[in-house]
């Protein structure tokens, strides 16, 4: 999708997506994560996306300028604080920064109101800040 939406998006089914998944256009997002932006561009204003993670993918230390909605559809990811299994939501409030990892991979759905902040430089296939 393109930086905004010029139709109301709706997506059923949302919590079986690893049945679907096949279906979407997923790009290259970082070390095994891929993205499908939903909307937005990630390099500014708001972004949805759903991420998708193979076996020991992770996405490197950053850090979040704005807030940060993660919602767990399928799989489990772990960071610094937490494991977060399919069904959790977590959300990270500005000034927070971590680094994840799904062990068995997961699909998640991330929304966020600002780009993140790469602290080691952004992993391949994202755009720059």
């Given at each position: 999708?393109?930086?905004?939406?010029?139709?109301?998006?709706?997506?059923?089914?949302?919590?079986?997506?690893?049945?679907?998944?096949?279906?979407?256009?997923?790009?290259?997002?970082?070390?095994?994560?891929?993205?499908?932006?939903?909307?937005?561009?990630?390099?500014?204003?708001?972004?949805?996306?759903?991420l998708?993670?193979?076996?020991?993918?992770?996405?490197?230390?950053?850090?979040?300028?704005?807030?940060?909605?993660?919602?767990?559809?399928?799989?489990?990811?772990?960071?610094?604080?937490?494991?977060?299994?399919?069904?959790?939501?977590?959300?990270?409030?500005?000034?927070?920064?971590?680094?994840?990892?799904?062990?068995?991979?997961?699909?998640?759905?991330?929304?966020?109101?600002?780009?993140?902040?790469?602290?080691?430089g952004?992993?391949?296939?994202?755009?720059?800040?």
């Open positions: 999708m393109h930086e905004g939406l010029a139709q109301v998006l709706k997506i059923t089914d949302l919590f079986q997506v690893s049945g679907w998944q096949h279906k979407l256009p997923w790009m290259p997002f970082g070390d095994g994560v891929e993205i499908h932006r939903l909307y937005g561009d990630g390099k500014s204003g708001p972004t949805a996306a759903l998708r993670f193979q076996p020991g993918g992770r996405v490197p230390l950053h850090e979040h300028v704005g807030y940060e909605h993660i919602l767990v559809l399928s799989g489990s990811q772990v960071d610094e604080n937490t494991r977060a299994d399919a069904g959790m939501l977590i959300i990270n409030p500005p000034g927070t920064s971590h680094s994840i990892l799904s062990e068995s991979g997961c699909i998640v759905l991330a929304i966020y109101e600002k780009p993140v902040r790469f602290l080691d952004p992993p391949p296939g994202h755009p720059p800040a």
